[in-house]
């Protein structure tokens, strides 16, 4: 039984995992300009005021500005600037911002 219920648990994080992969990474990019301001123009921010979101899981940015919409985030900027996206412009901007270079693989050192 309790192989069942693993079995049923792993193919229902397939396919929620399959729902989020639909974003479209070149419309995200052309999406993105309101964006640049505070995340920067590949999603790593120009200062330490705002998050980077570059190299983010797909699913987690996607899932973040839907909570931004329904309130269950509170920041009134990005309430503001999600208020008038549409569902797929949240997964085309999160494609986009997921195919970017993360945090990990960016020197933010400034050293060369």
């Known amino acids: 039984m309790k192989r069942l219920i693993y079995i049923v648990l792993l193919v229902s994080n397939f396919c929620v995992a399959a729902a989020f992969a639909n974003g479209d990474i070149a419309a995200g990019k052309e999406k993105s300009q ?22 983010q899981y797909e ?16 920041n009134p900027i990005m309430a503001g600037i999600v208020a008038a996206l549409n569902d797929q412009d949240m997964r085309d901007l999160a494609a986009y911002y997921a195919s970017q270079e993360g945090l990990f693989a960016i020197d933010l050192s400034g050293k060369k």
Do not use: M
């Not at 301001?37 to 190299?55: K, Y």
């Not at 987690?60 to 509170?74: T, V």
């Open 59 to 74: 699913d987690y940015l996607y899932q973040s500005l839907k909570d931004y919409k329904a309130g269950n985030r509170k």
């Open 34 to 55: 309101t964006c640049v301001a505070c995340h920067g123009e590949t999603g790593v921010s120009p200062t330490a005021q705002f998050p980077i979101i570059a190299g």
